[in-house]
């Protein structure tokens, strides 16, 4: 069974930085697509930011030019480089590992970002 674990939320001002990580407990981000993903509350769970196993990537509108998505195949491991945060941002931060052949589909347990001064 595959895990992904993320780390890196918590609270911080608006303008700041957060870096999100998600790893893998096999390596299965070099088979996958990577993404994240937000549910923020009363709203539903929303694409953030994708990368392909090609390495090509996409983003919501609203976090283009922020946020950065990468991903370490070495390390099995997907991150979200987080700029000039906006508390519009505040949301529990979900991972994804998705293919479709082989077909699969894992999340992560997600991890809350708050944005507030």
């Known amino acids: 069974q595959v895990q992904l674990v993320e780390s890196g939320g918590g609270l911080v001002q608006p303008g700041g930085s957060l870096r999100l990580s998600c790893a893998a407990s096999?390596?299965?981000?070099?088979?996958?697509?990577g993404g994240w993903y937000r549910q923020a509350p009363g709203k539903q769970r929303e694409l953030v930011a994708l990368i392909t196993t090609r390495g090509l990537t996409n983003y919501t509108a609203s976090v283009q030019g922020r946020f950065i998505i990468s991903r370490n195949n070495a390390k099995s491991t997907v991150y979200l480089q987080m700029n000039s945060l906006r508390p519009e941002d505040t949301a529990v931060y979900y991972c994804?590992?998705?293919?479709?052949?082989?077909?699969?589909?894992?999340w992560g347990q997600g991890t809350q970002v708050t944005v507030s001064s």
């Open positions: 994804n590992a998705e293919s479709i052949k082989p077909p699969m589909n894992y």
């Open positions: 096999l390596s299965i981000f070099a088979h996958c697509d």
